[in-house]
């Protein structure tokens, strides 16, 4: 028997007729009694809630949904009347509120179809055609084209095996025909992607994307960030979330829905009124793994009035204050350390090596450019923008040979503000804009604790090496001393240890990656001073490759996943540089994407972090980042720089940014 793991359930001695009752007494007179509505509705089973409809009208001849639409208003009205809607009229209801108009709203097809079962998609085709008189798939087909109209044609059908069957030989088969339709080949069959993620049980094909990542040495889902654009990637990458685990993939898109300004209402509505009876438990439990708040608290923080109360009794309860860590939840957390564990994704920068490079064409054309009154900024940001660092650094040598000036000292004075802080950043060396990033983060009233800790986490141990070389040649002191300085307690020997440029570079120890796992479990138990320099023992000084595996082999020692005890047990600026750690272990252009997100959130921009980024990934992994910034944003890079800065500063970002996603 499926364990019930929804928020709402039947309630114990249930009266359609009193409820009912109840409810026309709560609307009748002058205003109505909301609290009444939202208590009594939220606290009966959907099941429930269609017997009191039909008791409603029975004694009243009314309709139930009318008048509650009559007395209730704005987002409380649509999350109630929703509420008492069937699952599958409501499903039918949104998805012909999607492709209805102009425009269609392509993200609420895919969360539909993607996360529902072969009975609820039969059921969803035959409320749509009772309630519209019309045939879905008829209806999407005619407002959707190409792969993506193919894949939720697959869908619509409700035929996925749901035997739980796998046959072992046809799991490698299937892995090699993904690998070949996309991996292997210039260009992507889409097809083949189509027929085996479109059809197959999800437990054969959780083998399927195992067995694809020893080949590929790849999750699949970063095959499709590479292979695949446009709604048919977003679609299909839905596909595989939803295959590996259903309530990861909504704790993702509610995350998306409240995050930032503004919130996604319907998206909001639709997914706690559709999974309250299913799996909201799970659902709550994986959104605590991802993020660093409740699903609870994220509601609470986000919404306002009886919209909120009603929303908060669909969620069930505060994650944070009851402090549990699930074994379900757990179980992702192994698999998703597995994942980062065995994959080896290739990282992209933005900024390549410009063909045709002459250094004195460049070095006359930035002098002709500051020459005289005025300058000319578009050929500045198109030269150096479009050049490699190593052939910035030629550029700069020549300009000195040619003219007898110092480049960098004419930019200072033609340029301003944050264009001229971007194109000296990128005038440097990788090494020497390390240690100016560094020197700022520490100068004058207050330290930013985040810069040292980003800059220190993300560069390797040769990166680190000649970033404090460089400082040294600059500044004429020590960086260890100048962090030694500036910080202290434990966070000030983290940063001393990673500072160091010491952290072991060879493949996983699997015999000590056992060991430094139950080391971590261990530290668990003993005092906060201690606990700090077990953890930090391993953290600064392991390699990723076999950290990866400590964390994955640390969740079966504890049931609990690394993040959430660092989360819990640390604080301040420790717990940020050990989360930094782990999520740079886990998957580095994730991490960075979401700085960048915080540098440009909210109201206001933080110039110098965004800079920083821009600068010293655009020929690591900025493409990377790119993908990993719209996976869990919903919005690229491009248009964030876009909509965020102005003028030629945004103009020379873009440039670096490379591409619109």
Request: charged residues 30%.
């Amino acid at each position: 028997m499926v364990k019930f793991r929804g928020t709402v359930k039947d309630f114990e001695g249930f009266d359609a007729s009193s409820d009912a009752q109840t409810l026309y007494n709560a609307m009748k007179g002058i205003g109505s009694d909301k609290e009444t509505i939202l208590d009594l509705i939220t606290s009966r089973s959907n099941a429930q809630r269609q017997e009191i409809v039909a008791a409603y009208k029975s004694l009243f001849g009314k309709d139930l949904i009318g008048d509650l639409k009559y007395e209730l208003t704005g987002k409380f009205e649509r999350l109630i009347v929703c509420l008492m809607r069937p699952p599958a009229y409501h499903d039918a209801k949104e998805i012909k509120d999607a492709i209805k108009g102009l425009g269609t709203n392509e993200k609420c097809l895919i969360e539909i179809l993607v996360s529902r079962n072969n009975q609820q998609i039969h059921a969803l085709r035959d409320a749509y055609k009772d309630a519209y008189g019309r045939d879905i798939e008829a209806d999407i087909v005619s407002d959707t084209s190409g792969h993506f109209k193919k894949m939720l044609v697959v869908l619509l059908q409700g035929t996925r095996d749901e035997s739980g069957v796998v046959h072992a030989d046809l799991v490698e088969e299937d892995a090699k025909e993904l690998y070949a339709a996309g991996e292997e080949q210039w260009g992507t069959d889409e097809a083949t992607f189509i027929m085996i993620l479109g059809n197959r049980s999800v437990t054969h094909l959780q083998m399927v994307f195992d067995e694809y990542e020893k080949i590929a040495e790849k999750s699949l889902e970063d095959s499709i960030k590479s292979e695949l654009s446009g709604d048919f990637e977003r679609l299909m990458l839905a596909v595989v979330q939803c295959i590996r685990s259903v309530p990861m993939f909504f704790a993702k898109r509610l995350y998306k829905a409240m995050k930032g300004l503004g919130t996604a209402d319907n998206t909001l509505i639709r997914i706690m009124i559709s999974r309250s009876e299913i799996d909201m438990l799970d659902i709550r439990e994986c959104f605590c793994l991802l993020y660093e708040k409740s699903l609870y608290n994220m509601i609470k923080d986000d919404t306002s009035g009886e919209y909120k109360r009603t929303l908060l009794r669909l969620c069930g309860g505060d994650d944070d204050l009851a402090g549990e860590f699930f074994p379900e939840a757990a179980q992702i957390a192994y698999k998703m350390w597995e994942i980062s564990a065995m994959s080896k994704v290739q990282l992209k920068g933005t900024v390549r090596p410009f063909v045709g490079f002459d250094a004195s064409s460049d070095a006359k054309a930035l002098r002709k450019a500051m020459k005289g009154f005025g300058t000319d900024e578009d050929t500045i940001i198109s030269i150096i923008t479009q050049r490699s660092n190593e052939q910035r650094q030629e550029v700069k040598q020549v300009f000195k040979s040619l003219m007898g000036r110092d480049l960098m000292v004419d930019l200072k004075s033609e340029l301003s503000n944050n264009l001229r802080r971007l194109v000296l950043g990128l005038m440097m060396t990788p090494a020497e804009f390390d240690a100016k990033m560094m020197r700022k983060a520490m100068e004058g009233a207050g330290t930013d604790e985040h810069s040292l800790i980003e800059v220190l986490v993300t560069r390797s141990n040769q990166e680190i090496q000649a970033m404090c070389a460089a400082y040294q040649e600059a500044y004429k002191s020590n960086l260890e001393d100048a962090i030694s300085s500036d910080t202290s307690g434990h966070f000030c020997r983290i940063l001393v240890s990673l500072v160091q440029g010491a952290r072991e570079e060879g493949p996983v120890d699997l015999e000590r990656a056992l060991v430094d796992a139950q080391e971590l479990a261990d530290a668990c138990n003993d005092d906060s001073n201690a606990m700090e320099t077990r953890f930090m023992s391993i953290l600064c000084t392991r390699s990723f490759t076999h950290l990866r595996r400590v964390f994955q082999e640390f969740v079966k020692c504890t049931n609990k996943d690394i993040e959430q005890i660092i989360k819990k047990e640390f604080s301040a600026d420790v717990k940020n540089a050990m989360f930094a750690i782990v999520r740079s272990v886990k998957n580095q252009p994730s991490y960075l994407a979401d700085r960048l997100y915080k540098a440009m959130k909210g109201l206001g921009t933080d110039d110098r972090a965004l800079i920083r980024i821009m600068v010293s990934r655009s020929e690591v992994d900025l493409f990377n980042i790119r993908k990993e910034f719209k996976d869990t944003h919903d919005v690229s890079v491009h248009d964030f720089i876009q909509s965020d800065t102005s003028g030629d500063y945004c103009k020379a970002l873009l440039l670096l940014c490379g591409g619109q996603d």
